[in-house]
């Protein structure tokens, strides 16, 4: 059975970071793609960062260019996703998302497995 597990949300002021991990059981990140989604209330789910895990190709949203850095792993089986310099605009909830393709996937109907969830609020 695959789950991906999210962790590393809570609450910051504006101009603070926070690192996400999502590490992932029942499935191997060797090969494939994870990608990070954030839905903030009221908002459909939007792609935020994508990487391939084996060339490490990465992609961001224009939203958090700059500001995200998404990374991996591999021994871990696991994926973070650094948020620096945070606008109370981030407030959302986070999801990791992964598929056995290779290539940076920005769409959700391109995933197969989903995580739960992790909340980050940013207070201005």
């Known amino acids: 059975q695959v789950q991906l597990v999210e962790s590393g949300g809570g609450s910051v002021q504006a101009g603070g970071s926070l690192r996400l991990s999502c590490v992932a059981s029942?499935?191997?990140?060797?090969?494939?793609?994870t990608g990070w989604f954030r839905q903030a209330p009221g908002k459909e789910r939007e792609f935020v960062a994508v990487?391939?895990?084996?060339?490490?190709?990465?992609v961001y949203a224009d939203s958090v260019k700059g500001r995200f850095t998404i990374s991996r792993d591999n021994p871990k089986n696991t994926v973070y996703l650094q948020m620096n310099s945070l606008k109370p605009e981030d407030t959302a909830v986070y999801y990791c998302?992964?598929?056995?393709?290779?290539?940076?996937?920005?769409?959700?109907?391109?995933?197969?497995?989903w995580g739960q969830g992790t909340q980050v609020t940013i207070s201005s």
């Open positions: 029942g499935l191997t990140f060797s090969s494939g793609t």
């Open positions: 990487i391939t895990w084996g060339g490490g190709s990465t």
């Open positions: 998302a992964a598929t056995s393709q290779v290539y940076v996937a920005r769409r959700e109907s391109e995933y197969d497995y």
